[in-house]
């Protein structure tokens, strides 16, 4: 419950329409999008603009009292929700979604924190022009979000994560002070770099209130094609070939495990499988087009000896019907998994020459641990970026879950450290994965963030409790 003097001051900051504090209004924002963290929060507010944020702020920072960022709240770690019951005020930044300006010349966009990120690319569609990043949570998540988790996706094989594609920033400290660096100069050597710190810092150095982003001119046009494999090892030999013969055309390349047809089925979101053969793995590749497709599906076919050593099928869809079922199946397949009842999910990297060895590593202790575990393992291969994911059938006890998952929690981060890769390969620390950044990061790492933690936020108001606790 918020404090009848403190909800009457926020009143006259955002406005009567901007506040929530009833219990039942909160529920959504409470919640993290896997149900795994569900902390009261004290109410909610919506600023409208960036002054507004900056008042609201300070008067937190006046008067103490806990803020958690919240965007599209699609945080698979449990940043963008209370880590403590009835201490926190989330600030939801829905109302602050305008796209302020689009500059044709410099190839650049200036959006307010709060927009939906495929709102963001429907619009430049329209213009001809193009921005890179796609995630499958992408129609509710917003570009503050994805900066403060520096989301990656589907096309960070070509255009890389979010910090390959903005420059420049406004935020609000900790203090209420806007921090505001947004030249459109692609090189602006002038000291720190406002951006870089701020990506990835998880609402935990400053409130995002607008960002200046990189725009590309839209391809022509695209062109899938998805590919069939007896095991890993061919998937990643095809895929080093596939990317050395189209290399500045290569977008995406994503790994589907047979099982994902049967996840998808089985929860209505496909109804029948793409391929005859059913084989252990395979790859959806898309590749950027500036040029004709029709030629280049020609070329495409008459060079396909060069890529196909490794390959046992390949569908070329005939449409962009078939296109987009393709893709939509694999936006759904974080959706279809979540319905399996009792998951264990990883995000992950590794080193591309070694992913074959740690997925035969991996599979066979996992075993040993629980026979019954079924692995699910997708993603975004061409980067190295693995959902190394895992079914447990049959669970009804959330105390045999629970241990089970930390067990095995355990056991692959260290094994990702042994093999030279990252636990967190996009989706953060937030509240998840703060055991094993304790236990991987050098001390020196861990209160150099520290530090800088508390020159941005001096009395620790802006997410507490997200990536460590101090
Ligand atoms: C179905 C599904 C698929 C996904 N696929 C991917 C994927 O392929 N790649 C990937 O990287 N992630 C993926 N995610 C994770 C998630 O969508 C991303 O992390 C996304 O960037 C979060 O954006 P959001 O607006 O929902 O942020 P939220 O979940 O609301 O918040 C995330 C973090 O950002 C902070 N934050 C939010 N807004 C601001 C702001 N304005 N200022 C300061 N801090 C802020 C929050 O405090 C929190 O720490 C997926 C999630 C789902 C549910």
Request: proline share 3%.
């Amino acid at each position: 419950m918020m404090n009848e003097k403190i909800l009457e001051d926020f009143i006259s900051i955002v406005g009567i329409k901007n506040v929530i504090t009833n219990s039942k209004d909160l529920e959504k924002y409470n919640k993290d999008w896997r149900g795994f963290y569900n902390n009261k929060s004290l109410g909610i507010l919506f600023p409208e603009n960036s002054e507004i944020l900056k008042k609201i702020t300070k008067y937190c920072f006046e008067k103490n009292i806990k803020i958690v960022p919240q965007g599209g709240n699609t945080s698979l770690t449990g940043a963008s929700v209370p880590t403590y019951n009835n201490q926190e005020i989330i600030i939801n930044f829905s109302k602050m979604n305008k796209i302020l300006e689009i500059d044709k010349s410099n190839l650049t966009v200036l959006v307010e924190s709060g927009l939906i990120l495929s709102d963001l690319k429907q619009y430049l569609d329209k213009e001809n022009l193009y921005f890179p990043i796609d995630l499958s949570s992408s129609g509710s998540c917003m570009i503050g979000g994805n900066i403060a988790t520096n989301a990656g996706g589907i096309n960070a094989l070509k255009y890389g994560s979010m910090k390959d594609n903005i420059i420049g920033i406004e935020i609000v400290t900790g203090e209420g002070k806007i921090l505001s660096s947004l030249s459109k100069m692609k090189k602006n050597n002038t000291g720190y770099d406002l951006k870089s710190i701020i990506c990835n810092s998880e609402g935990t150095l400053g409130l995002i209130s607008k960002a200046l982003l990189k725009i590309y001119p839209k391809p022509i046009d695209n062109f899938t094609f998805f590919s069939s494999y007896h095991d890993l090892g061919s998937c990643i030999k095809s895929f080093n070939e596939i990317r050395n013969l189209y290399y500045d055309k290569l977008e995406s390349a994503e790994l589907i495990p047979n099982l994902s047809f049967e996840v998808c089925i089985k929860n209505n979101f496909l109804k029948e499988h793409f391929f005859n053969n059913k084989m252990p793995f395979y790859v959806i590749y898309r590749l950027n087009l500036y040029e004709n497709k029709d030629t280049f599906q020609n070329n495409f076919e008459k060079n396909f000896y060069l890529i196909s050593n490794n390959i046992v099928d390949t569908i070329i869809p005939n449409s962009i019907e078939k296109e987009n079922k393709i893709w939509q199946f694999r936006d759904n397949l974080v959706e279809a998994y979540k319905m399996e009842g009792k998951i264990i999910t990883n995000d992950i990297s590794i080193p591309l020459n070694k992913m074959e060895e740690f997925f035969n590593t991996a599979g066979n202790e996992i075993k040993k641990i629980n026979s019954k575990i079924i692995l699910h393992p997708f993603g975004h291969i061409g980067d190295g970026n693995i959902h190394y994911n895992m079914i447990l059938p049959n669970t009804n006890s959330d105390d045999l879950y629970e241990s089970l998952r930390d067990q095995i929690y355990h056991y692959i981060n260290n094994l990702v450290e042994e093999f030279g890769g990252s636990f967190s390969a996009e989706h953060g620390i937030g509240q998840i994965k703060k055991k094993s950044l304790l236990k991987f990061k050098s001390k020196n790492e861990i209160n150099l963030m520290k530090s800088l933690k508390k020159i941005f936020d001096p009395r620790n108001i802006l997410n507490p409790g997200k990536i460590f606790d101090l």
